[in-house]
C-alpha cells in the first residue's frame, strides 16, 4: 500500500455507434467458449454476491461514461466500486492476427462501455448452431460506469529476446519489469503480462462480462495469464467521492491526487512529448501489486499500534495529532516525552511527498478476498493500482523506501508484480485508430 494518487475524466461525450468490423472468424468464435475458463473461475459465486440488480435507478449505475478522448477512461475516471483486472499472453508471432484482435477490441469495448452487447445483435438473429457473439449475462443491465483500460508489458514488445511483431523498437526504455524489493514474494504465474485489461464498473457483473468477452474472442490470438477482482475501491479521484476504507479499517487515499489538479496530472501521471515513443505521449503507466494483509494478525493488534503503523487516527482519519481527515500531515508535532506524533517509520510519513523528494503518483486500488489459504487465514488484502508518468523514477524509489522501512511490512506481504505502457485514448471521429495502433505505425 503505497502513496496516494488521482483520477480524472477526460474524455468527451462517445460518438454513434461504430460502424461493424469484417468479424471474426468461425474458428475464434467456437473456440472461444473454452478460453473463457480461467476468466469465468474467477468470479466465484461470492465475488458477484449483492451485485445491483438491473431494475435499480441509480445514477451511478445507468451513467456511461465516455469511452473515446484524448486519455483512456479508468484512470482519472471517478472510481468505481468493482474491478475485473486481467492480464493476457499473446500466443501467436503473428502481427496481423494481434492487430485484428487489438481492432475488434476496441470496437467491442466502446460497445460495452454504453451498455451495449459487445457485438450487433449479439443474441437474436443469429445461426442456432454457432456460438452467439455475445455471452449474454450483461443483458439488460445498465452500463454501470463501465470503463476499460488496456496497457501492454515488456514482453509484448520483446520475449525471450524475439521481436514478435516486429515493434521492438516502440518499447519505452521505461517500461522494464520491476526489480525485486525486500519484503515480497513474488508468484510469477501472477505477474506481467504481454497485454492487460482493466475492467471498473458499479457492478461486478458488467466487468465480468467485459472481461470474459474480450477473452473469448482473443482465442487463438492471446489467453489469460492470470485475473483478479476487486471491490470497494481504495482511493478516491474526484472530490465529490468520499475517502473509503481498506481491509485494515483505515480510510485510504486521502491524499491521493484529484482529476481536477491537472498541473499535477501531468506532472506525475501522464507521458509528455518528449519522454519517450511519441506514440505513448498523452498515455501513461501502469504498475500493478497483489499485496497480502495478514488479517489476522492485525485483528489482534491493539489500536494504538494500528494508528502507529498507520500514522492516522482509525476513526477519522485525521493525522496524528490533528483533527481532520484532510489537514495536512505534521511530522513537527510531538508528545510530552518529545516524540514524534507521526512515527519516523508510520506509512503515511514515508509515501508522503515531503519524505520521498516531491514524488506523488494516482492510485486506484481496490480489496480483494479470494477465500482462505488452507490455513485458516483469509487470502485477502489490496490490489494496489497506480499510474505513473515515469514508474523508473516514482514508483521504484518509493517502493524501495517502504519496503526497507516501513512499519506496515510487518502486516503485509506484496505476492505479484507487473506493470504496463497505456497508450492515450482513441480520438473521437477517428475509426481508424483502434487501442494501441500506433504502437504498429
Not at 529476446?161 to 517500461?175: N, Q, S, T
Not at 467521492?241 to 491537472?262: C, H, I, M, V, Y
Request: glycine residues 10%; charged residues 20%.
Amino acid at each position: 500500500m503505497s502513496s496516494p494518487p488521482s483520477n480524472a475524466a477526460g474524455s468527451p461525450q462517445p460518438s454513434s455507434q461504430p460502424e461493424q468490423r469484417s468479424g471474426l472468424s468461425r474458428r475464434k468464435l467456437f473456440g472461444a467458449a473454452g478460453a473463457t475458463a480461467a476468466v469465468v473461475g474467477a468470479a466465484g459465486a461470492g465475488a458477484l454476491a449483492g451485485r445491483a440488480s438491473a431494475a435499480s435507478t441509480t445514477d451511478h449505475l445507468h451513467t456511461a461514461v465516455p469511452f473515446r478522448g484524448a486519455h483512456q477512461a479508468g484512470i482519472v475516471t471517478e472510481a468505481q466500486d468493482r474491478m475485473h483486472f486481467a492480464t493476457f499472453d499473446v500466443t501467436t508471432d503473428s502481427r496481423d492476427d494481434v492487430i485484428k484482435m487489438l481492432a475488434d477490441w476496441t470496437e467491442m469495448a466502446e460497445r460495452m462501455t454504453q451498455g451495449k452487447e459487445a457485438f450487433p445483435n449479439g443474441s437474436t438473429g443469429q445461426n442456432p448452431y454457432s456460438p452467439p457473439s455475445d455471452t449474454g449475462e450483461a443483458l439488460g443491465l445498465p452500463p454501470s460506469q463501465l470503463t476499460l483500460t488496456i496497457g501492454f508489458g515488456p514482453s509484448f514488445f520483446v520475449k525471450d529476446g524475439v521481436d514478435r511483431f516486429g515493434i521492438a523498437d516502440k518499447k519505452p526504455a521505461e517500461l522494464v519489469d520491476l526489480p525485486k524489493f525486500p519484503n515480497e514474494s513474488i508468484d510469477p504465474a501472477k505477474s506481467g503480462g504481454d497485454i492487460v485489461v482493466q475492467a471498473c464498473a458499479n457492478d461486478p457483473q458488467v466487468a465480468v462480462h467485459a472481461i470474459r468477452n474480450l477473452a473469448r474472442i482473443g482465442f487463438g490470438t492471446a489467453a489469460v495469464r492470470y485475473s483478479q477482482l476487486g471491490f470497494g475501491r481504495t482511493s478516491s479521484t474526484t472530490r465529490e467521492q468520499t475517502t473509503p476504507r481498506n481491509l485494515f479499517g483505515f480510510k485510504d487515499g486521502t491524499a491521493n491526487l484529484r482529476s481536477d489538479e491537472n498541473t499535477k496530472l501531468n506532472d506525475f501521471v501522464w507521458v509528455a512529448d518528449g519522454d519517450g515513443p511519441v506514440w505513448l505521449t498523452g498515455g501513461t503507466y501502469l504498475v500493478a501489486r497483489r499485496i497480502r494483509m495478514r488479517i489476522e494478525q492485525w485483528d489482534r493488534t491493539t489500536l494504538l499500534e494500528q494508528e502507529r503503523v498507520i500514522g492516522r487516527q482509525k476513526g477519522s482519519g485525521a493525522p496524528m495529532g490533528l483533527t481532520d481527515e484532510f489537514e495536512e500531515l505534521n511530522f513537527d508535532l510531538v508528545n510530552d516525552k518529545d516524540e514524534p506524533l507521526i512515527d519516523p517509520l508510520a506509512h503515511v510519513r514515508l509515501v508522503s511527498p515531503e519524505h520521498l523528494g516531491g514524488i506523488e503518483i494516482l492510485r486506484r486500488g481496490y480489496n480483494f478476498t479470494d477465500g482462505s489459504d488452507g490455513f485458516g487465514h483469509l487470502d485477502a488484502g489490496l490490489f494496489f493500482i497506480a499510474f505513473v508518468r515515469n514508474p523508473v523514477t516514482q514508483f521504484v524509489p518509493m517502493q524501495n523506501e517502504i519496503s526497507r522501512n516501513d512499519a506496515m511490512n510487518e502486516y503485509v506481504l506484496p505476492t505479484s508484480s507487473a506493470v504496463f505502457a497505456c497508450p492515450p485514448g482513441v480520438p473521437e471521429g477517428d475509426r481508424s485508430t483502434f487501442w494501441g495502433s500506433t504502437i504498429f505505425d
